[in-house]
């Protein structure tokens, strides 16, 4: 874990008053109100941020952290309301703040970064004016505004700010959305930073950037951060304390070493279970996961909220709520609402940790789909922008091949021409099950279009909002001649239960779910038509881990039981290691490294490889010495790409002229692992096997 020690924090509990807190949050209650009830969201949740100090907040889809932060901003729907509590950030009582008051307190002391930066950009206004109202808002004139606007994007490290600014949100990457966001919420200096998942669309190296960033904005002005994030790993790294929410309480806390070495609550200890570690793959076992799904808003009146998911409780638990135990950790207190919180770690694992079946060693693998110098050029004004060069590749059937590269890498890019969403440049050619597949999808057979699904980053985009989820996924149903009646209604079922759906949102609209749900929705309605081939473009980015867990789990087993074969896209390195068998590594749309998800991961590796493995954060002890390999400079323009090999400007392992004359030759690292690259493979391992000793 980066940043100051557990210890230069005070522990659970010593705060006296609000005179040294940036956010004090007691015995706050927050309630919807929908269809004519009123339902509690948070139960009298106390937390304290001191100045300075990261707090981490965690949990499931709908357990209450968004919601959190929205009471802490006084940013509530109409139909939300604070029944109970108080809140106040730097001694000032949020509800007690007249109009001025509170648009002060945002544009100078409180900023906030949302979980959708899509959502949270004006599309009619040109990013120049969107982060210059947010220095304007603190008091700058238009003219500094805009020079400080250019600077901010430069600090969040975006490449050509000035033309950045010129741009208007779609033309954008989500990775580029959301780092324009935090340049947005870093310009007023604020003393309490809130960042709802704000590393949820940047790959690993851009993320490592905007979390030392914030570390350091945290060491130079001392601000304080509130952190909600799923991802386990960034929580780790970056927080001094964490609290775990479920069902609107507060079920754990305490310094976040203590809480992750030795979880006290039950359904942390399921949490941290549920993660991809490093080295872990779908043929060793499936992940561990939480029984159950998150009760309704304020369903249980009695007793542990947990209580039917847990394999502990009793009927203690069952009737009577568990108070706030505290007992003594390493670091500093510690807190977890359980009757047994000393047997917590003794919990039963919910999932066999025996091998998934794989197939017969005599078996022929067929080949599903494959791909031949596809290319794809883009005119982009007066430039031409090619996003994807030269890339060749098989996909073999019950095969999952893993992309994996920065934002503007390709990867997208990529998976489109393989769906026929784009067209490639001429001399390309794509075939599906040994047949020839034509080039755009308005070409292609019906069986064709079934046979090659997808699942996008963003399932706000990708579904319907004025139809019903049961309308969605049986729109797909629809298409199968086979199946009538309750044939398809018990299909419908199947996959709603398959990907933990619960039945009770069946007849809700999307704009009624959380992100985790939404994205739960699109997955089902992917493999409702017996897909051949799907592409998954960051289908569990949106997913805490529990359900990331059950998704995962969900795709090895219909692969297994369908031989359905996955592109799997993904910034989460780990996500990407336990399901493909192969990864292909892409930078400025070329394949710079390709070959076995174990071969790629243990290396040796491709230098630009080895930078985005050691960027991305980890739980695991083994990695917590490990050295961070940081890339120089930006991804240069695919308009533009550099002489010889096109990483060479960024290299930190560049041998010399030949880098930036020549084209690297294609190195046999053995079992189909090429290396693009002028250093050979022995000399490669060599050097990273000696940099991973020291």
Do not use: W
């Not at 919807?32 to 941020?49: C, I, K, N, W």
């Not at 304390?241 to 039950?266: C, I, M, N, Q, S």
């Not at 699904?453 to 049986?474: G, M, Y």
């Not at 084209?663 to 250093?679: L, M, Q, S, V």
Request: net charge positive.
């Amino acid at each position: 874990m980066n940043g100051p020690p557990p210890s230069a924090f005070p522990a659970f509990g010593a705060a006296k008053g609000d005179q040294a807190d940036a956010l004090t949050v007691v015995g706050l209650t927050v309630a919807y109100r929908a269809r004519g009830h009123e339902r509690e969201v948070l139960q009298d949740v106390t937390l304290r941020v001191r100045r300075g100090e990261a707090y981490g907040l965690v949990g499931e889809s709908g357990c209450g952290k968004s919601t959190a932060a929205l009471a802490i901003m006084r940013y509530l729907p109409r139909n939300g309301r604070v029944k109970a509590g108080r809140i106040t950030i730097g001694g000032r009582d949020v509800a007690t703040l007249h109009a001025d008051a509170l648009r002060g307190l945002r544009a100078n002391a409180v900023s906030m970064v949302y979980q959708d930066p899509g959502r949270a950009l004006n599309p009619s206004l040109t990013i120049a004016r969107q982060v210059s109202e947010a220095f304007e808002a603190a008091g700058a004139s238009a003219d500094e505004a805009r020079s400080r606007t250019a600077d901010m994007l430069r600090r969040v490290r975006i490449a050509s700010p000035e033309r950045v600014m010129e741009s208007y949100p779609h033309q954008l990457s989500g990775g580029m959305q959301q780092r324009v966001v935090i340049a947005m919420a870093l310009a007023c200096n604020p003393e309490l930073l809130i960042l709802d998942e704000p590393t949820t669309g940047l790959d690993a190296t851009v993320e490592a950037e905007v979390l030392d960033l914030i570390a350091q904005l945290r060491a130079e002005l001392g601000t304080a951060v509130l952190f909600i994030s799923h991802n386990l790993a960034v929580i780790g790294r970056m927080c001094d304390r964490v609290g775990v929410l479920y069902a609107g309480k507060l079920v754990e806390e305490g310094v976040t070493a203590d809480v992750f070495a030795k979880p006290r609550h039950p359904y942390t200890v399921g949490l941290l279970r549920c993660l991809p570690t490093r080295g872990r793959s779908k043929e060793n076992g499936r992940l561990d996961t939480i029984p159950g799904s998150l009760p309704l808003p304020g369903s249980i009146a009695q007793g542990c909220v947990f209580a039917p998911r847990c394999k502990l409780a009793d009927d203690r638990c069952v009737k009577d709520a568990p108070p706030p135990y505290r007992m003594a950790a390493l670091h500093g207190d510690q807190m977890a609402r359980c009757h047994y919180h000393e047997r917590a770690q003794d919990l039963p694992r919910s999932t066999a940790e025996a091998p998934m079946p794989v197939a017969a060693a005599g078996d022929e693998p067929a080949l599903a789909l494959s791909a031949r110098h596809l290319s794809k050029t883009f005119r982009v004004g007066d430039e031409e922008v090619r996003a994807v060069h030269d890339v060749s590749l098989d996909l073999i059937q019950g095969e999952t091949l893993g992309l994996v590269g920065e934002s503007g890498s390709g990867k997208t890019t990529l998976a489109k021409l393989l769906l026929g969403l784009v067209a490639p440049d001429k001399g390309a050619t794509l075939e599906l099950d040994g047949e020839p597949l034509p080039e755009r999808v308005t070409r292609r057979s019906g069986e064709q279009v079934k046979s090659l699904q997808i699942v996008f980053q963003n399932p706000d985009s990708a579904l319907n909002r004025a139809h019903s989820v049961r309308r969605l996924i049986a729109r797909s149903l629809s298409k199968l001649a086979a199946l009538r009646g309750e044939a398809r209604e018990t299909r419908l079922r199947a996959l709603t239960e398959a990907v933990r759906l619960p039945e009770r949102y069946l007849g809700s609209r999307t704009r009624q779910l959380s992100g985790g749900l939404k994205q739960r929705v699109a997955i089902a309605r992917a493999f409702a038509g017996d897909p051949r081939v799907v592409v998954c473009d960051e289908p569990t980015s949106a997913l805490d881990v529990s359900v990331q867990a059950a998704i995962l789990n969900l795709l090895a087993d219909l692969q297994r039981e369908r031989r359905v074969s996955y592109v799997f896209i993904s910034h989460d390195l780990n996500v990407v290691r336990y399901l493909s068998d192969r990864i292909a590594v892409l930078y400025l749309g070329r394949i710079m490294e390709i070959g076995r998800a174990a071969d790629v991961f243990d290396g040796p590796q491709h230098p630009y490889t080895e930078a985005l493995l050691s960027s991305a954060p980890s739980l695991d002890e083994t990695d917590a010495g490990s050295k961070r390999i940081r890339l120089s400079g930006d991804l240069p323009s695919a308009a533009n790409p550099p002489s010889g090999c096109v990483f060479h400007t960024r290299c930190p392992r560049k041998i010399g002229d030949i880098c930036e004359r020549e084209t690297p030759p294609c190195r046999d690292a053995g079992n189909g692992h090429a290396i693009d690259c002028h250093i050979p493979v022995d000399e490669l391992r060599a050097l990273q096997s000696q940099e991973k000793v020291i």
